[in-house]
């Protein structure tokens, strides 16, 4: 089972490529949908490593899939920019995931 990346930055890209793990780099959201909904069905990836940035754009479908799919993990990583999540991005997380604000 495999890696894979999903970026917007070539860095991020060329560093994980480094360790073995191959991706793409994309900008725009329609571009993220569509890499992300391919990359749920490559049968040889058992983890997505997705940029802040991109998980940003499409967080209703990213929590979907996390919610609604055993395969693959998606993980959100922080990029070389730093950390752009929010104080309260894991209470909204499991306020989405058990229907109840805390």
């Given at each position: 089972m495999k890696y894979y990346l999903i970026?917007?930055?070539v860095d991020t890209l060329m560093g994980m490529r480094l360790a073995g793990i191959e991706g793409?780099?994309?900008?725009?959201?329609?571009h993220v949908r569509r890499e992300?909904?391919?990359?749920?069905?490559m049968?040889?990836?058992?983890?997505i490593l997705m940029t802040e940035n991109l998980v940003s754009q499409c967080p209703d479908l990213v929590y979907d899939l996390k919610l609604n799919r055993k395969q693959p993990?998606?993980?959100?990583i922080s990029d070389r920019h730093g950390n752009g999540r929010t104080?309260?991005?894991?209470?909204?997380?499991?306020?989405d995931a058990i229907g109840v604000k805390l």
């Open positions: 970026s917007d930055n793409v780099v994309v900008h725009k959201e329609h992300l909904l391919k990359a749920m069905e049968k040889d990836v058992a983890v993990l998606i993980v959100e104080a309260d991005s894991i209470t909204k997380y499991v306020q």
